[in-house]
Antibody, heavy 126, light 108 residues
């Protein structure tokens, strides 16, 4: 079955760019009608969706983070990546990647996440 | 932006039924999904499309959605069900995902 694994630096300095990669195994990132999403969770707090990408390169971002986020995909490596610029301590969180099932109907949409990666802690500190 | 409201905590005795609510404006018109997250672990999908269960999720987990409230129901609660539970929808007005604030389920 499909598995996801996040990787990247665990410590980033304030004002710098956070970069993470999610490697998909057990299946092709290009197969099926899936988006691929990033979600984060500060310690002791709830889940926050960051954004997603389709293998065509089409993206959607959380409006509150849109100005700082870039998500890209490399189908040859079965990976997708997150870049978050101008980070502050408020960006310290566990970052998860997840497969995003997406179906559209009329004016609505069905979107859910399954499976998730195990998560990686990124701390923003000097 | 669309807001989902969950109670911070719900407590239930073993063997009883737990109901976790997720409130939102006309949420009954949206498709609601639920996740279980145990300490130190990634979230796991337990209900999708209001009431469907992924493979491997016990039948004790069920969902409903109508009006302004969606509900995750856990029957015959076990100690192992103790976790945080999150609801989630897609907000078409902003083309973005929205999560509820989460509910901590305590098994007494």
């Amino acid at each position: 079955q499909v598995q996801l694994q996040e990787s990247g630096p665990g410590l980033v300095k304030p004002s710098q760019t956070l970069s993470l990669t999610c490697t998909v195994s057990g299946g092709s990132i290009s197969s099926g009608s899936y988006y691929w999403s990033w979600i984060r969770q500060p310690a002791g707090k709830g889940l926050e969706w960051i954004g997603r990408i389709y293998t065509s390169g089409s993206t959607n971002y959380n409006p509150s983070l849109k100005s700082r986020v870039t998500i890209s995909v490399d189908t040859s490596k079965n990976q997708f990546s997150l870049k978050l610029s101008s980070v502050t301590a408020a960006d310290t969180a566990v970052y998860y990647c997840a497969r995003n099932w997406a179906y559209y109907y009329g004016s609505g949409s069905r979107n859910w996440f399954d499976p998730w990666g195990q998560g990686t802690l990124v701390t923003v500190s000097s | 932006s669309y807001v989902l409201t969950q109670p911070p905590s719900v407590s239930v005795a073993p063997g009883q039924t737990a109901r976790i609510t997720c409130g939102g404006n006309n949420i009954g018109s949206k498709s609601v999904h639920w996740y279980q997250q145990k300490p130190g672990q990634a979230p796991v999908l337990v209900v999708y499309d209001d009431s469907d269960r992924p493979s491997g999720i016990p039948e004790r987990f069920s969902g409903s959605n109508s009006g302004n409230t969606a509900t995750l129901t856990i029957s015959r609660v076990e100690a192992g069900d103790e976790a945080d539970y999150y609801c989630q929808v897609w907000d078409s007005s902003s083309d973005s995902v929205v999560f509820g604030g989460g509910t901590k389920l305590t098994v007494l």
